[in-house]
């Protein structure tokens, strides 16, 4: 019985504490802390940069947000669905539907530079 008891107890003391210091943190009335991604937009480090000048297809009256740090272009309608997205892979540039099913590949030419 007392095998039983003492890893019971343990488990409940161990939860407690951690209880006890969740509900301590929360109670700071203190401001808040910016977030990784606030403290990243108001950074003066040098953003990503991407040339997407070679991507050829645009939906038409989509709105077209730039992803630099993955090398792609989303694609959204004017209410904000998205409706695709564009990334690179190798030498072409793969461009796919709202559903993620392969629309179309645009090879690119072997005398440009890959990014």
Partial sequence: MRRLIVP?????AVSGAALGTAVAQDADDGPKKPSMHDLYHNSSLPKSHADFS???????????????????LLFQTKDGQPDGYAERRGTSVFYYDRYGKLRQI??????????
């Fill in 8 to 12: 019971v107890l343990a488990v409940l």
């Fill in 54 to 72: 070679r991507y050829r297809y645009r939906p038409a009256g989509d709105k077209v947000i730039e992803q630099p740090d993955a090398f792609r």
């Fill in 106 to 115: 645009q090879p690119l030419p072997e005398d440009e530079p890959a990014d």
